[in-house]
């Protein structure tokens, strides 16, 4: 079984619209943390966002958020009023446990915004 | 200014002929690792080291080999690449255990490989 799944190939939203990606995960572990992760056209990896397994209250950071749903299971990033920039692929991942345990993505879901 | 390297950037080459694409990080972070992306399959682990001379197979290890004998440093190796490791290749470290499952990831800007 995927221990990320991201169930959104692509999607499209209109600039200074909100975004909302979705992610599920699977652990039978109660200590992990999820990521999101950017990525552009350029490549690179960007960091966005963390929320961890015993936080209460759901992540934030400027324009993203992170909706956490702990007894779905999901963790879905939510992009507050878009930007042309924002466009670009978006890695949900996770790693189990504490120490030096893998972070695991999902298989991605691309953003496209427009104008 | 805090980074992870990797060298080269993007490499075309033919089957069977020995590459390594290295990877620096001047972060003194123990943990590293490689993944390699590929299309609808998102980043796949395939090598990881704890800390220097402790490396562990990831999720993909076959036809990779790897080797940490100094902290910064976690070269890629491929004996003898085949067309399906064709890929973008990420280099990543991190700080060692500190009792969180935090400890943001950094990665390095990618090596785009090519076999033909």
């Known amino acids: 079984a995927q221990k990320i799944t991201q169930t959104q190939p692509g999607m499209f939203v209109q600039e200074k619209e909100a975004v909302t990606l979705d992610c599920t995960y699977d652990?039978?572990?109660?200590?992990?943390?999820l990521f999101w992760y950017k990525q552009p056209s350029s490549g690179e990896m960007i960091f966005l966002i963390y929320?961890?397994?015993?936080?209460?209250q759901n992540a934030t950071e400027g324009r993203y958020s992170l909706n956490f749903q702990k007894a779905r299971k999901s963790a879905n990033l939510v992009i507050s009023a878009s930007q042309l920039g924002d466009s670009a692929m978006y890695f949900c991942?996770?790693?189990?446990?504490?120490?030096?345990?893998?972070?695991?993505f999902g298989k991605g879901t691309m953003l496209l915004v427009s104008p | 200014e805090a980074q992870v390297t990797q060298n080269p950037r993007y490499l075309i080459t033919v089957t069977g002929k020995k590459l390594t694409v290295t990877c620096s990080q001047n972060?003194?972070?123990?943990?590293m690792s490689w993944y390699r992306q590929d299309p609808g399959l998102g980043l796949r682990q395939i090598y990881y080291?704890?800390?220097?001379?402790?490396?562990d197979k990831g999720d993909v290890p076959e036809g990779y080999k790897v080797s940490r004998k100094e902290k910064r440093n976690f070269p890629l190796i491929l004996e003898s690449p085949s067309p399906n490791q064709t890929s973008l290749y990420f280099c990543?470290?991190?700080?060692?255990?500190?009792?969180?499952?935090?400890?943001?990831?950094?990665f390095g800007p990618g090596t785009r490989l090519t076999v033909l």
């Open positions: 990543a470290s991190r700080p060692g255990t500190g009792g969180s499952s935090y400890n943001e990831q950094f």
């Open positions: 652990t039978s572990d109660p200590s992990y943390g």
């Open positions: 929320q961890g397994s015993y936080d209460q």
């Open positions: 991942a996770m790693r189990e446990g504490l120490g030096y345990s893998t972070l695991t």
């Open positions: 972060m003194n972070h123990e943990y």
């Open positions: 080291s704890m800390n220097v001379e402790v490396t």
